[in-house]
Nanobody, 118 residues
């Protein structure tokens, strides 16, 4: 089994910054995709950003220029640097990974709350 553990959420004022981390553990052979999703109250879960094992990234239009995803393949860890935060960024942020541990599977973290006050 593969476990994803997020950390780094919290409360911040608009314009501030937060850094989220997500570490994958378990009998992992390979991870070819890691990403961050978020879900605000009453809304569907949406992709924020993702990164492949060779560093290709995708960003939602709403976070381009403000958020940066990075990855430490040796530590099976993905980071999300969030700058210039806005109240509309308030959501539960979930880490997601596609990993191989005998078979390919998609895994989710438990989520971490990010609250941006105006």
């Amino acid at each position: 089994q593969v476990q994803l553990v997020e950390s780094g959420g919290g409360l911040v004022q608009a314009g501030g910054s937060l850094r989220l981390s997500c570490q994958a553990s378990g009998s992992i052979v390979s991870i070819n995709y890691m990403g961050w999703y978020r879900q605000a109250p009453g809304k569907q879960r949406e992709l924020v950003t993702s990164i492949t094992s060779d560093g290709n990234t995708v960003y939602a239009d709403s976070v381009k220029g403000r958020f940066t995803i990075s990855r430490d393949n040796a530590r099976n860890t993905v980071y999300l640097q969030m700058n210039s935060l806005k109240p509309e960024d308030t959501a539960v942020y979930y880490c997601n990974a596609r990993a191989f541990n005998g078979a390919w599977g998609v895994y989710w973290g438990q989520g971490t709350q990010v609250t941006v006050s105006s």
